[in-house]
């Protein structure tokens, strides 16, 4: 039997991405091994998003000498043609149906789109389902219009049977993704336009106990409706991934962000307001060309104000291709390394803060895995939580009383 390997870079849309690439060639008879040198086929599902990301496809190909390799995944043309000259094959996600025909002239006409395909089941307790792909928004910084094309909503009824589908399997939280899941406009079966807060209540009413989870967020698209179904809800869980990128009004303007730091923060003060106990995580650039000492520090201000759980902080990378390409990289790595401590350090300080104010709190968490004689898992509200108890409770909703803060977390009690 031919044997072959995933290599997934970037988002949870990619690994989304991956669970497809596994079911349309495990149906072409490769069966999934560990090894990657053991492989008769590998496939590197990328990301381009940073210089540093394509850097490792290259190491990885060099490193692969028996197996065919294909790379697919957010490729940019002018990095598509130097993977190409290293690569067996660069195929699209998009093109999916049509792998079987070009790796081994097989034609499989009962797949008719690429969400039609369904995720192997990789096991597990998650189930990360792609309620869209593309994105409108064009980010002077981003690569992903460029890769994933315009935005593409999923039929409603699709989604929803994955949902039934991963609940019948086991799994216990769904993930529904999308660059900007927000402007979701999907249609249902009479081909009625359907947005994300109408879909979200449909999930919603999928039969089964478990929790759903949405990302990513973009703050001009988020709407009061989407709190209130959030604070309604016993099934949506208490995390919100909110981008803001930058504290700085012009920098936003240059990075085409379409909101004032200003709506920014009302919006978080009010969904803080509806939500006290909701986690908070963003994404935030440090070093963007032109950004200056002081507007820097309104970055590190808006993180003192606004106590994120969460974030991911990225140095600015130059894309080929996007319009801030075109913007002189005047930013010294060091100078970008610098920022970037600071803002980590802040992060720190307020999730410490957050963490601690949890103690004494009873919490709902789904439990994970088994280590070092804990069982650890994540709360409702995304924070990463361990308590001793016995291994039978991995995949299980359990109540815990939080006793300990911890720099990564959160320790505490079984209740009854």
Same mark, same amino acid.
């Given at each position: 039997m031919k044997k072959y390997h995933i290599i997934t870079y970037g988002c949870q849309t990619n690994h989304s991405d991956s669970e497809r690439i596994s079911s349309v060639l495990e149906d072409m008879g490769y069966s999934f091994v560990e090894d990657k040198y053991n492989a008769d086929l590998v496939v590197i599902n990328s990301c381009s998003i940073r210089q540093s990301a394509v850097n490792r496809i290259y190491g990885q190909i060099e490193n692969i000498k028996n197996g065919k390799v294909i790379v697919t995944g957010c490729i940019l043309k002018r990095d598509g043609k130097k993977l190409s000259k290293k690569a067996d094959l660069i195929l699209d996600t998009k093109d999916l149906l049509a792998w079987p025909e070009i790796i081994d002239g097989l034609n499989k006409k009962d797949l008719d789109n690429y969400f039609k395909i369904k995720p192997k089941n990789q096991g597990g307790l998650t189930a990360l389902i792609p309620i869209m792909t593309g994105c409108n928004n064009f980010c002077s910084y981003c690569v992903v219009p460029y890769t994933r094309g315009r935005e593409l909503s999923r039929p409603l009824d699709d989604i929803i049977e994955e949902v039934r589908l991963?609940?019948?399997?086991?799994?216990?939280?769904?993930?529904?993704?999308?660059?900007?899941?927000?402007?979701?406009?999907?249609?249902?079966?009479?081909?009625?336009?359907?947005?994300?807060?109408?879909?979200?209540?449909?999930?919603?009413?999928?039969?089964?106990?478990?929790? /759903?989870?949405?990302? $990513?967020?973009? !703050?001009?698209?988020? @709407?009061?409706? +989407?709190?209130?179904? *959030?604070?309604?809800? #016993? %099934?949506?869980?208490?995390?919100?991934h909110l981008p803001v990128q930058s504290g700085d009004d012009e920098i936003l303007e240059r990075m085409n962000r379409p909101y004032k730091i200003s709506d920014y923060k009302?919006?978080?003060?009010?969904?803080?307001?509806?939500?006290?106990?909701?986690?908070?995580?963003?994404?935030?650039?440090?070093?963007?060309?032109?950004?200056?000492?002081?507007?820097?520090?309104?970055?590190?201000?808006?993180?003192?104000?606004?106590?994120?759980?969460?974030?991911? /902080?990225?140095?600015? $990378?130059?894309? !080929?291709?996007?319009? @801030?390409?075109? +913007?002189?990289?005047? *930013?010294?790595?060091? #100078? %970008?390394?610098?920022?970037?401590?600071?803002?980590?350090?802040?992060?720190?300080?307020?999730?410490?803060?957050?963490?601690?104010?949890?103690?004494?709190?009873?919490?709902?968490?789904?439990?994970?895995?088994?280590?070092?004689?804990?069982?650890?898992?994540?709360?409702?509200?995304?924070?990463?939580?361990?308590?001793?108890?016995?291994?039978?409770?991995?995949?299980?909703?359990?109540?815990?009383k939080v006793n300990k803060s911890l720099s990564w977390g959160l320790e505490g009690d079984l209740t009854n």
């Open positions: 991963a609940n019948e399997k086991g799994n216990k939280e769904v993930w529904l993704l999308g660059q900007n899941v927000n402007s979701y406009k999907g249609k249902d079966s009479k081909g009625k336009e359907v947005n994300f807060c109408q879909l979200i209540k449909e999930v919603e009413k999928v039969p089964g106990n478990f929790w /759903i989870r949405f990302t $990513s967020s973009h !703050p001009k698209d988020f @709407s009061d409706e +989407l709190i209130e179904i *959030i604070k309604g809800s #016993e %099934k949506i869980t208490k995390y919100l009302k919006f978080v003060q009010k969904i803080k307001k509806e939500l006290p106990d909701l986690t908070l995580s963003t994404d935030v650039i440090v070093g963007f060309p032109k950004e200056t000492e002081e507007q820097f520090q309104k970055t590190a201000d808006l993180f003192r104000e606004i106590p994120y759980d969460m974030a991911y /902080i990225s140095k600015y $990378s130059p894309r !080929p291709g996007t319009p @801030s390409f075109k +913007l002189k990289d005047d *930013i010294s790595n060091v #100078e %970008k390394e610098r920022r970037w401590t600071i803002i980590n350090e802040i992060l720190m300080k307020n999730n410490q803060q957050r963490n601690k104010f949890l103690i004494n709190k009873t919490v709902e968490a789904l439990i994970e895995k088994e280590k070092d004689g804990f069982i650890i898992g994540k709360t409702k509200e995304y924070k990463s939580i361990k308590v001793k108890g016995p291994r039978s409770l991995v995949g299980n909703f359990v109540k815990i």
